[in-house]
Nanobody, 122 residues
Framework: QEQLVESGGGLVQAGGSLRLSCAASGRTFRTYYMGWFRQAPGKEREFVATVSWNGATRYADSVKGRFTISRDNAKNTVYLQMNSLKPEDTAVYYC????????????????WGKGTLVTVSS
């Protein structure tokens, strides 16, 4: 059974850093596009970043220059390094996987983790 498990969320002060991890199991996600979305209270799930199987990346404008997505195919794990965090980054962060390129439409993604909460205090 395919499974994506996020970890690394928590409480951090504004300006701080966190690194999220997403461990994939149950199938070979190495050729899949992987990504991160987030959902703040009362808001829709929004795209954060994506990485292709060969390392090509794309980011939402709101996180560009502050967040870095990467993957370790040997470990079937994708990471999201978040620096210079702001209170508006507070959300549940979800790992996503799909055999097709991941865009901004969360409804088109095949596989999801259960999420990890990131809270940034001011």
């Amino acid at each position: 059974q395919e499974q994506l498990v996020e970890s690394g969320g928590g409480l951090v002060q504004a300006g701080g850093s966190l690194r999220l991890s997403c461990a994939a199991s149950g199938r070979t996600f190495r050729t899949y596009y992987m990504g991160w979305f987030r959902q703040a209270p009362g808001k829709e799930r929004e795209f954060v970043a994506t990485v292709s199987w060969n390392g090509a990346t794309r980011y939402a404008d709101s996180v560009k220059g502050r967040f870095t997505i990467s993957r370790d195919n040997a470990k079937n794990t994708v990471y999201l390094q978040m620096n210079s965090l702001k209170p508006e980054d507070t959300a549940v962060y979800y790992c996503a996987a799909d055999p097709r390129p991941i865009g901004t439409d969360s409804s088109a993604v095949d596989y999801w983790g259960k999420g990890t909460l990131v809270t940034v205090s001011s």
